[in-house]
């Protein structure tokens, strides 16, 4: 089985998708086909969107308890030990953040916030806002129908985290990544490209 489900966090909840509002409330379920989400794995990996992305969905498909729809990993996790199990968190929730923008929002361009400012090209790029501390979110993302957005992947292997009152830890957290950083639309100046 490929398709599994997942809890999620949309805000504002106006952003949530209309296929997700048709049958699921925000901050519901919605699925998540870890075949997709090695397809965009290999484009997170190679920046290219190509290459054979079987591979990885074996593998997700091999770490996950098999029989349910959950997505559950196997034991505590991938990896053995915490650094391993920190490290294939960073990788996959990335992988699984980037699979859900893609299927659900429609982005279909990444490029990774990998210094401030970001320069995404000659007229677009994102900053920092002034004292809203050093996390920068994971990407700038868009479409061919010219929607961009900022986009921040975070994820926990705690079930328990989100089901009391309020929002999640790693959700807090990147809620404060988002509101620190502006997409700026440069103009040309005249006489310069």
Not at 24 to 52: H, K, M, N, R, Y
Not at 94 to 110: C, E, M, Q, S
Not at 117 to 130: D, E, F, M, Q
């Amino acid at each position: 089985m490929s398709v599994h489900k997942i809890r999620y966090v949309v805000r504002p909840p106006s952003a949530c998708p209309k296929e997700l509002l048709s049958g699921i409330s925000p901050g519901g379920q919605c699925e998540v086909d870890t075949d997709f989400v090695a397809a965009c794995a290999i484009g997170e990996l190679l920046q290219t969107g190509g290459g054979s992305s079987r591979p990885l969905a074996l593998l997700f498909e091999e770490l996950l308890v098999p029989g349910g729809d959950g997505l559950i990993w196997k034991g505590k996790g991938p990896g053995r030990g915490k650094e391993m199990r920190r490290a294939f968190s960073g990788l996959f929730g990335r992988f699984f953040a980037r699979a859900y923008l893609a299927r659900y929002h429609g982005f279909d361009w990444f490029t990774p916030i990998d210094g401030d400012p970001t320069n995404v090209s000659k007229r677009l790029r994102v900053t920092r806002l002034a004292g809203k501390g050093t996390e920068l979110p994971d990407w700038i993302c868009g479409s061919g129908s010219g929607r961009v957005a900022v986009a921040e992947a975070k994820g926990t292997s705690q079930a328990s985290n989100g089901t009391g009152t309020g929002l999640p830890g790693p959700i807090k957290t990147a809620d404060g990544q988002l509101k620190g950083v502006v997409v700026e639309r440069l103009r040309n100046v005249a006489g310069k490209e």
